[in-house]
C-alpha cells in the first residue's frame, strides 16, 4: 500500500488565488511527521513546511499553509496568493519513527502545479 | 553558505559501466542521503549516512554502494549499469533529528545509453 497518496497529477491556478494540494497519509505509527517540497524545472527539492504529528495547530510559512487533519490522515498544502514562480511539482513526504535522531523521509508521486497569469 | 553541492551536473554512460556521483552536504550537517527520481514519479530512497554509519537501505540491488568520508562528503556507485539506472540522483543533507527538513542539491541527471 502507498504511504503517501496524491491524487491530483495536475492543478491550475490563476496568480493571486490560492490552491490547495491533497495529500493522505498510511501509517499506524503515533508519532510521524509531515513535510511539503517544492522541486522547479531545476531539480532542486526545497523543503516549505512540516507538521509534527502531535503538533496541535496547523504549521504556516508565509504563504504555506499545511491543513493537518488527523483524523482523516490528510495533510493537504495551501498556498495562498499564488505566483507565478509558484509553478513547480510538489511532493509530500512522511517521516515514521527514528533511527537514532535521524529519520528516512517517504515521498509520494507529486502533484504539478501551474499558475497561470 | 554553500548548499549541497553535487558532480557531475549531467552524465551520459553506456550500458555496462560503473559510475560514481558525489555530493558534499552542507557544513554541520551530519546526514547525507541519496535518491533516484524517475522522470514523473517520486524520489526513491537509496541510501542514508548518519556520523558515517550507514542508517538505511533502500530497496536497490547491490550494484548500488555508497560511503560517507570523515569531512561527510559521500560518493554513490553504481556498478554495471542497466537502461532502467537513467534517473536524476539527488543527493540531500540535514542536521539531525526528527522535525528538520531536508536540504536537496540540484541532483546528477544520469543517462544510461
Known amino acids: 500500500a502507498q504511504k503517501i497518496t496524491q491524487t491530483q497529477p495536475g492543478m491550475f491556478v490563476q496568480e493571486k488565488e490560492a490552491v490547495t494540494l491533497d495529500c493522505t497519509y498510511d501509517t499506524s505509527d503515533q508519532s510521524y511527521g509531515l513535510f511539503w517540497y517544492k522541486q522547479p524545472s531545476s531539480g532542486e527539492m526545497i523543503f516549505l513546511i512540516y507538521q509534527g504529528s502531535y503538533d496541535e495547530q496547523n504549521a504556516t510559512e508565509g504563504r504555506y499553509s499545511l491543513n493537518f487533519q488527523k483524523a482523516r490522515k490528510s495533510a493537504n498544502l495551501v498556498i495562498s496568493a499564488s505566483q507565478l514562480g509558484d509553478s513547480a511539482m510538489y511532493f509530500c513526504a512522511m517521516r515514521e519513527g527514528e533511527s537514532g535522531g535521524s529519520y528516512i523521509p517517504t515521498f509520494g508521486r507529486g502533484t504539478s502545479l501551474i499558475v497561470h497569469p | 553558505d554553500a548548499g549541497v553541492t553535487q558532480s557531475p551536473t549531467h552524465l551520459i554512460k553506456t550500458r555496462g559501466q560503473h559510475v560514481t556521483l558525489r555530493c558534499s552536504p552542507i557544513?554541520?550537517?551530519?546526514?547525507v542521503s541519496w535518491y533516484q527520481q524517475v522522470l514523473g514519479q517520486g524520489p526513491q530512497f537509496i541510501f542514508q549516512y548518519y556520523e558515517k554509519e550507514e542508517r538505511g537501505r533502500g530497496n536497490f540491488p547491490d550494484r548500488f554502494s555508497a560511503r560517507q568520508f570523515p569531512n561527510y562528503s559521500s560518493e554513490l556507485n553504481v556498478n554495471a549499469l542497466l537502461l532502467g539506472d537513467s534517473a536524476l540522483y539527488l543527493c540531500a543533507s540535514y542536521v539531525g533529528g526528527l522535525d528538520y527538513g531536508y536540504t536537496f542539491g540540484s541532483g546528477t541527471r544520469l543517462t544510461v545509453v
Open positions: 557544513s554541520g550537517h551530519k546526514s
